[in-house]
């Protein structure tokens, strides 16, 4: 039987895990480059979007936020056939080769649900709530350099923005965890807020360390200032450290094991989308899966050089190495399992806090050296 | 300047965790009353599966009631099945056949295994650790493999009756139980490494809802909830059953009373099972499995009383015979009802997440409670 063969024992899993997430980047290694394409045939068209730059700006949006949401679609094939491999199981398996497309049918399928709203909600917040975290994920986006020419908004304080946008989305979960009038769901987003604005002290702190190190807030900035060597690798000492910190807050900022209090399925049964149906699930879906990109994308960037690599293209490097930081997210979520909310807290204010801030001061002392 | 202040408060919030809940492993209801995440007070409420079974029972020659004991304790259908027919056994004055003796054992210790692993995968998943879940559920299937080839069926066995096992083992059953069992103790040190070792797991479990020796006597805690608050009472040893006096095993307890306690006991018993089962496939005699009992089974007026050890506790049958073809009361003794009992005990002080954990140690079957 299949139960037998996929035993999570063999080596050959991981490494199949591996291969898949290198011919992935390879397809997109592929497509990105350029001499091997016809791009010219495009460039009536560039020039007619670069004279017009409020339809310039429109366009990348619209790219931007379909690129996200089929990305996402992906990722979560992604996490479902991880999850079934780590747990001796295939996945999703029936629509399309290898069950890839099995998130476009459940999509169609949220998209023709019901809509539900729970009759003593708050209608207009609960309606409100998804997009309110749905947004900032999808700002968040704006500014991460893909590659030296493909960034949304290329803001010299792209950090100070990438964090403060990306707080504002506790807001959304609070809104719809209130709106919903569960009580599951006011208990989730009581969690989510608190665990967020905790989180939030360390990772601010690591950034300021990268942020001192570079001399700059610009992400673009901070990636070329790699060129050649990568942060962890320069700078090991302060980095890797700051980048096993960034890693736990990044868990706990986007909700994901064994930080996902707020959603956590055997206490709060969903916590605060535990009301929510069809499409408005969706968008919460999508807005986790966009956070998860965002929050490896910025690790990517702080500590592993961003787009710089060998051989390959800048998109195919930047894409690599987000994926694997958010494969090495699903690993975690699906083995370890779920801390209470005053151990998470205590993890937090009584180790990462300090932790940051002697090495934010350590990094300010190495810089005046 | 004077500085008043006056004290916040706000209501607390009642919160009914279950008879819908992912984690209330079945129909429990519990009313809890909430200060923030912290637990005020805790009312756990029964019967949303009461079928009545004890007294359908009343209705039905002796022999007929064994197929309800499966839907008591359903995870364990033998070990309800044992405690049925022990109790018709003794008010009949039945002697079960040495070879039927030995195969109820290693039926039960089947059965508890399968039970255990129920236990580890809803744990583990009630702690956020689903994978687990998943690989105890793997072990599982095979167990319910092995059952299904013995009894034909995977959850509700009904075959151990009242006389003996109506069977013997099917062919070659006894090389694929050893070939499982030597891939299965391979496997438990595995899942047991992966949870026992986890710093997460430990800090969730360790010093979490403590069940005193003193409170677990006065509760009437049994099986491995007892064993995890540090008394080794084991019906198997105390009052042993069929041929349990044959059998080398150890009864495993710890003494900190809680829910780490009691699932290390759960494990350490998945080995001793193990080792039950092994000694019973090399020491089973030839011979008869099933004792012949009349067609028409009256037993003499009087009562009878068994005593089990099901993987949740002490599991007990209670009988009386007016002289009749049916019992005229018959009475299940559910440990899941008295570690419910529990609850109310324990609850008060603790956080929401931690609910989940105690509940998931003491590992309730509602069937059991509810009957």
Known sequence: ?369 | MTLTTTEITSPGMTLNMGPQHPSTHGVLRLVVELDGEIIQSCRPVIGYLHRGLEKMMEARPYRHNVPFTDRLDYLASLNSNLAIAQAIERIGNVTVPERGQYLRVLLCEINRLASHLVFLGTFATDLGATTVFLYSFRERERILDLLEAMTGARLTYNWIRAGGVPTDLPEGFGERLTAFLDEFQFALDEYDRLLTGNRIFRARCEGIGVISREMAVAYGASGPVARGSGIAYDIRKVAPYDVYDRMEFDVPVYTEGDCMARYRVRVEEMRQSARIIRQCLREMPEGETMAKLPKIFKPPPGEAYSRTESPRGELSCYLSSDGSMNPTRVHFRAPSFFHLGLLPAMLPGVKVADVIAILGSLDTVLGEVDR
């Open chain 1, 1 to 369: 039987m299949s139960m037998q063969r996929l035993h999570p024992r063999s080596a050959s899993q991981a490494r199949e895990i591996l291969i898949g997430v290198v011919i992935a980047a390879l397809i997109l290694a592929a497509l990105s480059a350029t001499p091997l394409l016809p791009w010219h045939l495009l460039d009536p068209i560039r020039a007619y979007f670069y004279e017009r730059p409020l339809l310039n700006n429109l366009a990348k949006a619209v790219l931007l936020v379909s690129f996200m949401a089929v990305q996402c679609l992906f990722l979560i094939w992604m996490e479902r056939k991880f999850a079934g491999w780590l747990q001796a199981r295939l996945g999703p398996m029936h629509v399309g080769w290898k069950g890839v497309l099995q998130t476009f049918a459940d999509a169609i399928k949220l998209l023709l649900k019901e809509d539900i709203i729970p009759a003593l909600a708050d209608k207009p917040m609960f309606r409100l709530a998804p997009y309110l975290v749905f947004v900032p994920a999808m700002l968040t986006l704006m500014v991460l350099p893909f590659s030296p020419n493909l960034v949304g908004f290329d803001y010299h304080l792209g950090a100070l923005f990438a964090l403060s946008i990306s707080t504002t989305g506790a807001l959304g979960i609070l809104a719809a965890g209130w709106g919903a009038n569960n009580k599951y769901s006011v208990l989730g987003g009581m969690r989510a807020v608190a665990q967020l604005l905790s989180y939030e002290i360390p990772m601010i702190l690591i950034v300021l360390c990268v942020v001192t190190l570079k001399n700059t807030m610009s992400l673009t900035q901070i990636v070329e200032r790699q060129a050649g060597l990568w942060n962890i690798v320069a700078h090991p000492l302060l980095m890797i450290p700051g980048a096993l910190i960034f890693f736990s807050c990044a868990l706990a900022e986007v909700y994901r094991a064994p930080f996902d209090l707020p959603e956590a399925e055997s206490e709060l049964v969903s916590g605060f989308h535990t009301e929510y149906s069809g499409m408005r699930f969706a968008i919460f879906y999508i807005a986790e899966f966009a956070n998860n990109v965002f929050t490896a994308g910025f690790a990517a960037i702080l500590f592993f050089g961003g787009w710089h690599g060998p051989v390959l293209p800048p998109i195919a490097w930047f894409t690599l190495k987000t994926l694997l930081l958010i494969f090495l997210m699903m690993w975690v979520r699906w083995t370890l399992p779920r801390l209470r909310i005053d151990q998470m807290m205590s993890f937090c204010w009584k180790l990462l806090v300090p932790a940051s801030l002697i090495l934010f001061c350590l990094t300010a002392l190495s810089v005046v050296w």
